[in-house]
């Protein structure tokens, strides 16, 4: 990034601004009187309303528009320093927490029009892969029991992985699923059952006893598999879930950067 491309950045404006506070407070600078009584609309302020006007009705407002809009910031701006004159804003937890959200808005902003390079996206994809595999399968092997002691008992007998293969009770429930996707699991076995074998390894061996709504399961997994994710297709989602981690990492860089200028004393 050039120092040209700096000098544009939201996030150093921002951390000037912090800095010039800092100095401001640190070194005696007078802040602001919330409570003067002159209120100015110059040239600038006005141009601002007269944008903010067209931004939401998409022309610019006519001469008694504006005067209106004045008139309203003029009265935004009396009750604004009367409340603050008043010490409305102190102890709120409601104004507090906005102006928290602004900084962050501030420290964040450039964050949120950014377009990232394919390197940053396919760096950042990599590095969360698992979170967009696609839909998961397993294959397994499940006999049922009418409760748990039976179901604990049935697996203390297992010698082998095929060892009494007919055992347990009969039900329309299949006893082997080979590479069935879990959406499918779930909607012959249910929810509950699904849950029990994301718990179990796929060693091979049998395990259990698996709670459903028709019973006890022991449950033998032999493979289990995860499609795999397809950048291309995914690209949009890669990109908005980049867009939010440079976001809060921006937002967490400015703090701390502007924590470093606070003494915080903690009573023991």
């Known amino acids: 990034m050039t120092l040209k491309d ?34 100015s609309v110059d040239d600038a302020r006005k141009a601002q309303l007269a944008l903010a006007y067209e931004q939401v009705m998409g022309r610019a407002p006519t001469d008694a528009e504006l005067d209106a809009r004045i008139e309203r910031y003029v009265r935004e701006e009396v009750l604004y320093r009367e409340a603050l004159r008043l010490g409305l804003d102190q102890d709120d937890a409601v104004v507090r927490q906005r102006m928290v959200a602004k900084m962050d808005m501030t420290a964040s902003a450039a964050a949120e029009i950014a377009e990232p390079t394919e390197a940053q996206l396919q760096a950042y994809f990599e590095a969360n892969r698992a979170r967009y595999a696609g839909a998961r399968s397993v294959s397994f092997k499940q006999q049922l029991y009418g409760d748990r002691g039976e179901a604990v008992a049935g697996l203390a007998g297992k010698t082998g992985p095929d060892y009494l293969s007919d055992a347990g009770q ?39 006893p698996v709670p459903s709504g028709f019973g006890w399961h022991i449950v033998r997994i032999t493979a289990r598999a995860a499609e ?18 440079e976001i809060a990492a921006r937002e967490e860089l400015a703090y701390a950067i502007l924590r470093e200028a606070y003494r915080v004393d903690i009573a023991k």
């Open 170 to 208: 009969a039900s329309s429930l299949p006893r082997a699923m080979n590479d069935a996707p879990l959406r499918e699991v779930e909607a012959r076995f249910g929810q509950q059952f699904v849950q029990g074998l994301a718990e179990l390894p796929a060693d091979a061996k049998w395990h259990g």
């Open 228 to 245: 795999e994710p397809d950048f291309t297709a995914l690209r949009p989602r890669i990109a908005n879930d980049w867009r939010s981690a």
């Open 6 to 39: 700096w000098v544009r950045e939201p996030l150093v404006h921002f951390l000037a601004l912090g800095a010039l506070l800092y100095v401001g407070l640190t070194w005696g600078g007078t802040p602001v009187d919330p409570s003067s009584r002159v209120i």
